[in-house]
């Protein structure tokens, strides 16, 4: 039998083909998972049309950053999957442009805001959302995506760094209060990634190009290998797994360089 069989899948944050968010879907579907598309409104034509490649997937429009859209977003979900929801896939993140091109100490506090608001508290924004959904399931897995900079200073990176940083932290206070509902909570740290929001990120393609000689596997990685990791996660065979950060990165992190 599939992995994901008979479950329900609600994905936050595909932008395009390229997206970490997409490779996930592939991945989720391929193992028999019912799914939910969000887009955002500029994002509308790309996601349906990768919706369409998996049938049965619904999508539905929503900001992160508006309240009334999130409620409308997990109104959505109740319909289409009867009250209850298995997986929840956080894969959102932005900042300015100024605040990564500009050195961090001169970060206005905007954009601070900003990056802080889409990339780290609409985990827990979505998290109580789904929570209901959840329970009536009998428990599920929420996932979301961050980056090695949380912990090392990666040039170029700046707001999102400390984006990330509480991003991770979140995932470690939502696995601790949602555990009691049998709901695990952990991200995936991935290497470099060809994606829309990596090549906003200054001096991106020399740092692709580094990692693939110093990482331990002496390659880069694929979407697809986050997608398969994120399978493992979102099943039952990852049933006592988390509050972890699961790093996919041919090994970059393990190495000093």
Known sequence: MPLLEGKNVLIFGIANHRSIGWAIAQSLAREGAKMAFSYQERMEKDVKNLAAQIPGTTTFQCDVQSDTELDAAFEHAA???DGKLDTLIHSVA???KNALDNPFHQTERQD?????????????????RALPLMKTAGGGSILTL????????????????VA???????????AY???EFNIRVNAISAGALNTLAA???SGFTTFRNHTSEVAALRRNIEQSEVGDSALFL?????RAITGEILYVDAGYYIMGA
């Open 177 to 179: 209060e949602l555990g």
């Open 199 to 201: 090549r906003g990120v």
């Open 112 to 128: 601070f805001v900003t990056a802080l608001d889409i990339s780290a508290y609409s985990l827990t924004a979505v998290a109580r």
């Open 146 to 161: 961050t980056y090695q900079a949380s912990s090392r200073v990666m040039p170029k990176y700046n707001v999102m760094a």
């Open 234 to 238: 979102s099943s039952d065979l990852a």
């Open 79 to 81: 319909r289409v999957f």
């Open 164 to 174: 990330k940083a509480a991003l991770e932290c979140s995932v470690r206070y939502l």
């Open 94 to 96: 932005f900042a300015p």
